[in-house]
């Protein structure tokens, strides 16, 4: 166990490390200043890092943009994490599931596509042209019981009567969910994904040719379900539902269900068991 003024001096050298490389990224040429800095910034850290693990402490990861997240990359460097991110940290760039979360403009000018043509808004839009729509949020609430905060389907784009829907869910920060799970890096639960894709079965099951839509349809289980990427604000979570079973007698349904963000498998439940019930 080392002693308290070892742990004191360790602490001493991160603070210096941290408080001399505070520096903000300049806002246009100074980019080899930036980068020197960023530099010098890794090696004070991983100075630090060493004489505060050998004084027995446990250094976390800090959040935060700019200074702070180069900070917080090199220390997770000296943890054993990627080179990768410590040169992107260096950058200004905070990597968060893959897409940077802050960006120092300068270096991002310099290194970025010389002459790329702009695209502007009318083209992105665009890319969803030929997007059809099947149920619009009017026509699901008119189906669904589910209103705000908990109708988590909000266009459907494919449907087959009976058979299986293909439908989105757009993924905002203003949910009320992300004010705790979690503060500081926002990710949809996986309950609430589940949740969407049970939403987009009921769209298939109550209505015609399974069910006229009386009653209420619950869920009775659930089996082999799977996440593969976190799903965070700004994603499109495109679900799609397929009845497997129907078994009207006793107003069970069978369906298996998979949901992508950007072309990628994000989730995938191999059954969902649910129950029509009727009021009598």
């Not at 990710?187 to 987009?200: D, R, S, T, Y």
């Not at 289980?221 to 129907?246: A, C, H, N, Y």
Request: a positive charge.
């Amino acid at each position: 166990m080392a002693s308290a003024s070892l742990q004191s001096s360790a602490l001493a050298l991160v603070s210096g490390a941290l408080g001399a490389h505070a520096f903000v990224a300049p806002p246009s040429a100074a980019v080899s200043s930036a980068r020197g800095q960023a530099a010098a910034a890794d090696a004070s850290i991983e100075a630090a890092m060493s004489a505060a693990v050998g004084a027995g402490l446990q250094p976390r990861m800090i959040g935060g943009t700019g200074a702070a997240t180069a900070v917080a990359a090199a220390l997770a460097t000296c943890l054993g994490t990627t080179v990768a991110r410590r040169r992107a940290a260096a950058h200004g760039i905070a990597a968060s599931h893959g897409r940077p979360r802050a960006v120092n403009v300068a270096v991002a000018a310099e290194e970025g596509e010389a002459g790329a043509e702009w695209s502007g808004a009318e083209k992105f839009s665009a890319l969803t042209n030929a997007v059809p729509l099947k149920l619009d949020n009017v026509a699901i609430a008119k189906i669904l019981p589910h209103r705000y905060p908990f109708l988590l389907v909000d266009k459907v784009v494919e449907f087959e009567a009976g058979k299986r829907a293909v439908g989105v869910k757009n993924v905002t920060a203003n949910e009320p969910q992300f004010t705790g799970h979690f503060p500081d890096r926002p990710i949809m639960p996986g309950v609430l994904m589940v949740e969407a894709m049970a939403q987009l079965g009921g769209i298939v099951a109550l209505q015609e040719p399974v069910s006229d839509g009386k009653g209420e349809f619950f869920f009775a289980g659930i089996d082999g379900i799977k996440f593969r990427r976190p799903v965070v604000p700004g994603d499109t979570l495109v679900m799609e539902m397929e009845l497997k079973k129907w078994r009207p007698k006793y107003g069970i349904a069978k369906m298996t269900g998979k949901a992508y963000v950007d072309g990628q498998l994000a989730l995938e439940v191999k059954e969902f068991t649910f129950a029509l019930v009727r009021e009598s």
